[in-house]
């Protein structure tokens, strides 16, 4: 049984920073893509970035290229997202995710199995 917990939100002033970290276990992600997805209110969940966990391979939402990154510790099988220069577009509950087969680092939820339960950014002007 694959389980993601999510950490690290919290309110933030504009231009400020954080660190969510996103703990998996159950099972090696080593063949797995993984994922940052964001989920603001009445809108729907959005693609913010993945990694591949064995090449560490990465691809991101172009409004977050530059401010954001991902990367992962295989030591601690745990996800990061870095969030720097953050702007009131951001706040958003942010969801942690996994897909096991691989294949391509999707930007759809559909193809991701696993799913924490979010972490709430908020970022005040």
């Known amino acids: 049984q694959v389980q993601l917990a999510e950490s690290g939100g919290g309110l933030v002033e504009a231009g400020g920073s954080l660190r969510l970290s996103c703990a998996a276990s159950g099972r090696t992600f080593s063949n797995y893509v993984m994922g940052w997805f964001r989920q603001a209110p009445g809108k729907e969940r959005e693609f913010v970035a993945a990694?591949?966990?064995?090449?560490?391979?990465?691809r991101y939402l172009d409004s977050v290229k530059g401010r954001f990154t991902i990367s992962r510790d295989n030591a601690k099988n745990t996800l990061y997202l870095q969030m720097n220069s953050l702007k009131p577009e951001d706040t958003a509950v942010y969801y942690c995710?996994?897909?096991?087969?691989?294949?391509?680092?999707?930007?759809?939820?559909?193809?991701?199995?696993?799913w924490g339960q979010g972490t709430q950014v908020t970022v005040s002007s």
């Open positions: 995710a996994a897909d096991r087969t691989g294949y391509s680092m999707a930007t759809v939820p559909l193809s991701y199995d696993y």
């Open positions: 990694i591949r966990w064995s090449t560490t391979a990465t």
